[in-house]
Every structure is written in C-alpha cells, then in structure tokens.
C-alpha cells in the first residue's frame, strides 16, 4: 500500500496556525518522496507562542520569508494524492489545522482516505507506557527527529506499515469550502 505520512508544527493553539509541513510517501516499504515546508501562518493566526517554540524550534522570524498555505498548497495536496491512505499521528489535530488553513485561503475541495497512527497503535500495541510518536517508534526501534515536520512525517507513515493498515482504520476526509 501507498502511504503518505503527514505532519503539521503550528506557531499557536488557533486553528490553521500551520507553521512548519511535512510529508512522505512511503510506496511497498520504500520512501520515494519527501516534502517540507516553512509555512507563513495565515495573517489572522500569525504569530507564536514561545511555548510552541520550545517544542518544535521554529523561531517567528524564520517565518517571515516563508510562503504562505496556498503558496505550497498544490505541492503538497500531488503528495497527498500520490498515496492511498494519509497516515498522521493524532489524526484529528492535523486534519483540523488542515481544514482551517483550506477555510481560511478558500481553498477548493479535496477528500482523501487517512488514519491515525496514534489510533491504530492504541489498538494494536496494548501495555506501551506512552503513545507518543516518539515511544511508537522506539517501540519498532527507529529514531527520529521528533518534532520537525518532515521527521514526524515519515515516521507516521513507517509506524503504519509497521502495524499494517487494517480497513478498520481508514476514514474519510472530506473538506468542501461551502460546509462548516
């Protein structure tokens, strides 16, 4: 199966504040394309939280030169479409900045099949004391830069292939920019 892994760093807990993409395609085991981004957060949610920092290294002025969303956007969205199913860990938190972030540029629609790696690994990895992207992976013994986008990218995709994606997993995202 063709997966794609993705990950969103945001410069603050508002929706859309995408700062920083990653993704991976990960074809039969084998990665065969990455993607990343510094991303300029939209101008409503444009600004960064230290807290955020700390977390991902991201400083506010690195952003300054950096596109905005729609700049990248059709880049990133042949990644998406290049795989059969997005794997992103905490799926909920990225696709609801990835949402917003569509809302906020009017972006047109796109659906896709996904699931959630933090998902999958509660199901099918019973007793791990944490399940963070970071312990997943060390579960399967690969290390990562946790936190940068492109890293956490990959290492969604490699945790799925790991576990295998059952049917079970996979939902639907569905983002048309006339429903809320």
């Given at each position: 199966?063709?997966?794609?892994?993705?990950?969103?760093?945001t410069a603050n807990p508002?929706?859309?504040?995408i700062c920083a993409v990653g993704a991976a395609l990960l074809e039969n085991g084998k990665l065969t394309k990455t993607c990343e981004w510094l991303v300029r957060p939209h101008a409503s949610v444009d600004w960064m939280l230290p807290k955020f920092?700390?977390?991902?290294?991201?400083?506010?002025?690195?952003?300054?030169e950096s596109p905005e969303f729609p700049e990248i956007w059709d880049s990133l969205k042949d990644v998406l479409q290049a795989g059969e199913c997005i794997i992103a860990h905490n799926a909920r938190f990225d696709l609801r900045h990835l949402k917003r972030a569509l809302q906020l540029y009017s972006l047109p629609a796109i659906t896709f099949?996904?699931?959630?790696?933090?998902?999958?690994?509660?199901?099918?990895?019973?007793?791990?004391?944490?399940?963070?992207?970071?312990k997943?992976?060390?579960?399967?013994?690969?290390?990562?830069?946790?936190?940068?986008?492109?890293?956490d990218a990959i290492a969604c995709a490699r945790i799925a292939e790991n576990i295998g994606l059952q049917r079970k997993f996979?939902?639907?995202?569905?983002?048309?920019?006339?429903?809320?």
């Open positions: 199966m063709e997966l794609v892994g993705l990950d969103f760093e508002n929706s859309g504040s920092t700390e977390i991902h290294g991201i400083e506010y002025l690195e952003l300054r099949s996904y699931a959630c790696s933090l998902e999958i690994s509660r199901t099918c990895i019973p007793g791990l004391s944490s399940y963070s992207l970071d997943v992976a060390e579960h399967f013994n690969f290390s990562f830069k946790h936190h940068d986008a492109l890293d996979i939902r639907n995202f569905d983002f048309s920019p006339d429903a809320e």
